[in-house]
T-cell receptor
Framework: DTGVSQNPRHKITKRGQNVTFRCDPI?????LYWYRQTLGQGPEFLTY????????KSRLLSDRFSAERPKGSFSTLEIQRTEQGDSAMYLC??????????????FGNGTRLTVT | AQSVAQPEDQVNVAEGNPLTVKCTYS??????LFWYVQYPNRGLQFLLK??????LVKGSYGFEAEFNKSQTSFHLKKPSALVSDSALYFC?????????????FGTGTLLAVQP
């Protein structure tokens, strides 16, 4: 396994359409994170899964956003009724569970969403 | 709440010269600090992490970071910059103690190395 995989790499959609992104974490990692990054900013936390349980959602995650990790492996992030403000890079990261706070997150290459 | 600050939007350095990218932190409890690098249209790559007790931490690609508790800083350094080091650099702190252990990132510093 070579790392965290995200698909698609790029997505262009019209305002009002729904989009779905997929993340495949490193296989033995049971922690999965979604972040959003806009131009000139650092990544902002969106949501977190431990196995299949979604344990935290940021206030950035409006009702139009939903994330799932049905079998504790891959995850999907869906945005309904997209708005131009949703244009950003969506990053997925994974890590091992456990009590080691020094364990880094491993990021995928992201999905760049452009809403026209 | 945990936070990091990167005071410089951009750092310019000539190839072969030493470089420093600054980061200061604010934490309650022990600091768990990280540096990541991002190349255009790519995700973040882990460079190094702070290890308790080590004031100088070595990482990937010849980078190192200097931890200073009294100044609450964790600056990224490299003795001799390469043009290929030009990228966006992020400092991050772990939000430890909650359910997620998520990383909180700074706003990033663009490093430009001139040949």
């Amino acid at each position: 396994d070579t790392g965290v995989s995200q698909n698609p790499r790029h997505k262009i959609t019209k305002r009002g359409q729904n989009v779905t992104f997929r993340c495949d974490p490193i296989s033995e990692h049971n922690r999965l994170y979604w972040y959003r990054q806009t131009l000139g900013q650092g990544p902002e936390f969106l949501t977190y899964f431990q196995n299949e349980a979604q344990l935290e959602k940021s206030r950035l995650l409006s009702d139009r956003f939903s994330a799932e990790r049905p079998k504790g492996s891959f995850s999907t992030l869906e945005i309904q009724r997209t708005e131009q403000g949703d244009s950003a890079m969506y990053l997925c990261a994974s890590s091992l569970a456990g009590g080691n706070p020094n364990s880094p997150l491993h990021f995928g290459n992201g999905t760049r969403l452009t809403v026209t | 709440a945990q936070s990091v600050a990167q005071p410089e939007d951009q750092v310019n350095v000539a190839e072969g010269n030493p470089l420093t990218v600054k980061c200061t932190y604010s934490v309650s409890g022990n600091p768990y600090l990280f540096w990541y690098v991002q190349y255009p249209n790519r995700g973040l790559q882990f460079l190094l992490k702070y290890i308790t007790g080590d004031n100088l931490v070595k990482g990937s690609y010849g980078f190192e970071a200097e931890f200073n508790k009294s100044q609450t800083s964790f600056h990224l350094k490299k003795p001799s910059a390469l043009v290929s080091d030009s990228a966006l650099y992020f400092c991050a702190v772990r939000d430890y103690g909650g359910a997620t252990n998520k990383l909180i990132f700074g706003t990033g510093t663009l490093l430009a190395v001139q040949p």
